[in-house]
């Protein structure tokens, strides 16, 4: 009993130091992502990235691929399976990643009589900022070998299946930002 009790122990720390062990984080881009998504399936990675939040996307991408993206999602919600085993690391840089992507310019409110007020409508909101950040989190690629290791297996993930792969974030680090309107000149202090 108290041998399979120090065995569980041990497994345990490993299993916890390889989590948080920066030396097993890869550091990666979008574009070797979807090179080789299997390397990384499953893995804690660390990319610098362009990120999208609207009413429909949450989202990040590379300069070098534009036409490629991963979604994001954070590691409590209810829609990431498996569980993640680490929690969101709510920091300084964090609170002002979430003041950049949130800051949005929205329709002005209609003078006109019997006009429909679109003022507020998230569908017609504009981002005030191009934000980069460095992420780190775990990898879940949809583009799995099968058992026979020759064909495929796909899944998809984020809004209406339309990303091959989802980032499920741990930490924020290193927040940047452009202003895309003259609203926006000036960033929350970064």
Same mark, same amino acid.
């Given at each position: ?9 041990? %497994?345990?720390? %490993? ?10 984080? =890869?550091?990666?881009?979008?574009? $070797?992502? @979807? @090179? ?9 990675? *660390?990319? *610098? ?19 490629e993206a !991963? ?9 990431? $399976? ?7 690391q709510k ?7 979430? @003041? %950049? ?16 007020? #679109? /003022? ?9 900022? @191009?934000? $980069? ?5 775990? %990898?879940?690629?949809?583009?799995? *070998?099968?058992?026979?290791? *020759? ?7 984020? /809004? ?10 741990? =930490? !924020?680090?290193?927040?940047? #930002? ?5 609203? =926006?000149?000036?960033?929350? =202090?970064?």
């Amino acid at each position: 009993m108290v041998m399979a009790r120090s065995l569980f122990i041990c %497994l345990l720390c %490993l299993a916890f130091s390889t989590l948080c062990n920066p030396s097993q984080i =890869s550091s990666t881009t979008i574009c $070797q992502i @979807k @090179k080789n998504p299997t390397k990384y399936n499953g893995r804690i990675v *660390r990319i *610098r990235v362009w990120v999208n939040l609207d009413w429909e996307h949450f989202e990040a991408w590379d300069e070098n691929c534009k036409q490629e993206a !991963i979604t994001l999602a954070y590691p409590d919600d209810p829609n990431v $399976q498996p569980r993640p085993h680490f929690p969101l690391q709510k920091d300084e840089e964090y609170e002002l990643f979430q @003041k %950049l992507v949130a800051a949005k310019k929205y329709p002005a409110k209609s003078a006109e009589p019997g006009a429909m007020d #679109s /003022h507020g409508d998230p569908t017609l909101a504009l981002p005030l900022y @191009k934000v $980069q950040a460095t992420i780190v989190g775990r %990898l879940d690629s949809g583009i799995i *070998r099968g058992p026979d290791d *020759r064909l495929p297996h796909t899944k998809a993930y984020g /809004h209406m299946d339309e990303y091959f792969a989802r980032l499920v974030i741990r =930490s !924020i680090s290193d927040v940047t #930002s452009l202003p895309l309107r003259s609203e =926006s000149a000036t960033p929350p =202090s970064q």
